[in-house]
């Protein structure tokens, strides 16, 4: 474990409802793509990440209060 903390926070958006006039369809990978990302950067052999936050399907709000 290193003696120095990281933080990461990444954010996956895969379904879009206030754009229902453009039917956007859910997309299916950013969930899995964060959710791989994030082991990398918890790992000790890559990353050793102290804390790695997943936001899913956030409003842009709840991003940026995570962010301050």
Do not use: W
């Not at 474990?1 to 859910?26: G, H, Q, T, V």
């Not at 990978?29 to 994030?38: A, I, M, Q, T, Y």
């Not at 936050?53 to 991003?63: I, W």
């Amino acid at each position: 474990m290193p003696d120095y903390n990281r933080f990461a926070i990444l954010i996956a958006s895969s379904e879009f409802p206030r754009e229902s006039e453009s039917k956007l369809p859910p997309l299916r990978c950013p969930l899995n793509d964060v959710k791989g990302f994030r082991k990398v950067l918890e790992s000790s052999k890559h990353g050793e990440f102290t804390k790695v936050e997943v936001l899913e399907n956030k409003f842009s709000h709840e991003v940026m209060q995570t962010i301050n």
